[in-house]
């Protein structure tokens, strides 16, 4: 009799103890995986003519941030036209394609920055009134609009960072401290033709 009360409350112990060591969705070490991001879009649509459009793609199958990427510029902006930008990021690896602008960083937009930079090309740029809410008060470049200045041919840059410790949208294109980058991709060979 005494055996048996004795397994009985060794077995009590064990499930008592499983209980409290077992594994649950509220673990605090869960970790939070980064965004893959493959591809990434500009449109760029001229606003008084819709038919006027520059495209500027990057593909990477591994992600943009650690991949090779492939960049493609279609068509060139047109002496003193206005262009409104289009972004999208999403990411191919997965069935059907995952939106990750919309799915995953304007969610998070408190820790996102979109950094922008020109080289050799007459391009300004305007973060719009209706932008998303960024870190800091700052306007995320999500929506964005560009004026194509004198002829010229030049790069056009592209950052997303992660985090930044500190953003100042107050040039237009931005800048940060800080952070990581979850892409640095930079188009070539941009044009603006008269």
């Known amino acids: 009799m005494k055996t048996n009360k004795f397994i009985i409350k060794a077995v009590l112990c064990f499930a008592l103890i499983s ?12 970790v939070n995986e980064e965004e893959i991001i493959t591809n990434l879009t500009l449109t760029f649509t001229n606003t008084a003519d819709a038919n ?4 500027m793609s990057s593909v990477a199958p591994d992600g943009l941030e650690d991949g090779v990427t ?7 902006f047109s002496t003193g036209a206005t262009y409104a930008l289009r972004l999208a990021l999403s990411n191919a690896s997965e069935t059907p394609a995952e939106d990750v602008l919309n799915g995953d960083i304007i969610p998070e937009a408190d820790e996102h920055f979109f950094a922008y930079a020109v080289n050799g090309i007459n391009l300004t740029l305007t973060r719009d009134a209706g932008d998303v809410d960024g870190p800091d008060g700052s306007k995320l470049g999500v929506e964005t609009t560009w004026v194509a200045g004198a002829a010229s041919t030049g790069n056009v840059q592209i950052r997303l960072i992660h ?8 040039n237009e294109f931005g800048t940060t401290t800080g952070g990581s980058e979850d892409f640095n991709i930079t188009f070539e060979d941009v044009e603006i033709d008269d």
């Open 52 to 55: 006027d459009i520059v495209v």
């Open 19 to 30: 209980s409290f060591t077992s594994c649950s969705d509220d673990d605090p070490d869960a």
């Open 70 to 76: 492939a960049e493609t510029v279609v068509g060139d």
């Open 163 to 170: 985090e930044p410790s500190s953003v100042d949208d107050s």
